[in-house]
């Protein structure tokens, strides 16, 4: 099987249309993790991205262990916090909060995290995150104390996701915030892609089949899906293998 890394990045290669379901560690239990797996084997899901911004230690490790029982699909960690590091994943999203200004979300929180990852097999993944506007306050604005990016400004979105590329980023994501009252702009993902020569990440407020396939017939390479699920897992039925 191909590693993770290789997975997400030759995505942007085949036009591939890649599709992560995002696991966060604070509201999913133990029990539950085998029903829920196996509804993500069946559906056209390629990635399972797990973490969230606020996750108890030890948490996280819990639950990779327990997702790896049931699919063979790469498990990526998406971490809000050094204490979500777990060699048991198969790789790393190593975000950047490039939106923001918060030297800690910029580059603290990785030179605190590089002594753990080291002590893993991690495919280390170096990703700009740039959050965007939807309506209403995310935790990871709350948590990393960063405003979004107006979603009415769209040259400085793409500028921010291009300077990304610049300073050695492998993937750009593109996200509305879990919970978001509404996903990234088509119009925005399409300039944002055509700026890049990297794979685009977007993620947030994707809540229909009709969104999701807009997200992709934009540009994006992989889209991510988190609160769609948690709300309704019958969400699985329309997205099928």
């Known amino acids: 099987m191909k590693n ?11 036009d591939a249309k890649s ?4 696991i966060d560690p604070d509201k999913m239990s133990i029990e539950h993790v085998e029903g ?3 509804m993500v084997n069946t559906s056209i899901a390629t990635h399972i991205f797990v973490g969230g911004s606020e996750v108890g230690e030890g948490v996280t490790e819990a639950l990779v262990i327990e997702i790896k029982k049931y ?4 498990v990526i960690l998406f971490p809000g916090d050094v204490i979500q590091i777990t060699d048991k994943a198969d790789g790393i999203l190593f975000l950047s909060l490039i939106s923001g200004r918060n030297p800690e979300y910029l580059i603290g929180k990785h030179v605190e995290a ?4 080291k002590q893993t097999n991690l495919k280390v ?3 700009g995150y740039i959050l ?3 309506g209403k306050e995310t935790s990871v604005e709350r948590v990393s104390q960063t405003k979004p990016l107006k979603r009415n400004d769209i040259q400085n979105i793409v500028d921010t996701a291009k300077a990304g590329e610049l300073l050695g980023m492998k993937l750009i994501y593109l996200e509305a915030g879990s919970g978001a009252t509404h996903p990234v702009e088509p119009e925005i993902i399409s300039k944002v892609k055509r700026e890049l020569n990297i794979t685009l990440i977007v993620g947030g407020g994707i809540r229909s089949k009709t969104e999701l396939e807009s997200a992709y017939k934009a540009g994006a390479n992989l889209v991510v899906i988190g609160t769609a699920f948690e709300e309704d897992e019958a969400f699985f039925d329309n997205l099928q293998k």
């Open 125 to 127: 993944m170096p990703c």
């Open 114 to 117: 590089v002594s753990k990852l």
């Open 19 to 22: 599709l992560a379901v995002l």
């Open 36 to 38: 829920f797996i196996n």
């Open 71 to 74: 699919t063979k699909l790469p």
């Open 132 to 134: 965007i506007e939807n």
């Open 4 to 14: 993770a890394t290789q997975v997400i990045l030759e995505s942007i290669k085949s």
